[in-house]
């Protein structure tokens, strides 16, 4: 018999009618959807759009899930396709505002060491938008979520390989947008 996780009982027991369930499910991931949302789509609404939509869709969805995977990778794989699509529905490229910055400064005294290291994190995220999609996509995965190029694959459906080039032209990329932004 198969070892079922925390998930799974989640999961069945939502299926029999305890909408709690969900609920803990949801806050479970939820910081995980928000922010792979937010790096794909360098904003913060539009990030937050995104999760309440994957969040409507794992509640009308999950009835129906298969247990073919995990619970994770079924949820990053529908956030990754909500970003994807919204992303192609936009095609505007948003930046970070100084305001969002501002809560990933750390409690330094120092002002301009502080301001310097709010600079940086801003050209690296405008770079990071500037990567085509499925090269952002990967990179982010790779370097933010610390995914194996086998989970990203379960995610994405390609090939090992394919994500491997495409991680390794995003980081090539990137460093020359940040290179040519130095100049």
Partial sequence: MQDL???????????????????????????????HARRMTGNHLDADEILQEVLIVL??????????????????????????????????????????????RDD???????????QKLEKIEKAIQKLPVKQREVFIMRSYDEMTYEEISKVTGKSTGALKANYFHAINKLKELLKNDEQ
């Fill in 5 to 35: 996780t925390n998930d799974d009982i989640l999961i069945k027991n939502f299926i029999q009618g305890d909408e709690s369930a969900f609920n803990r499910l949801a806050t479970k991931y939820q910081e995980k959807i928000y922010w």
């Fill in 59 to 104: 509640y009308k969805k999950l009835k129906t899930f298969k247990f073919k995977c995990s619970v994770y990778t079924w949820i990053y794989r529908i956030t990754n396709t909500r970003s994807i699509n919204f992303l192609k529905k936009n095609r505007l490229r948003n930046f970070l505002t100084l305001n969002e910055i501002k809560s990933y």
């Fill in 108 to 118: 330094s005294n120092n002002i301009i060491a502080d301001l310097e290291q709010r």
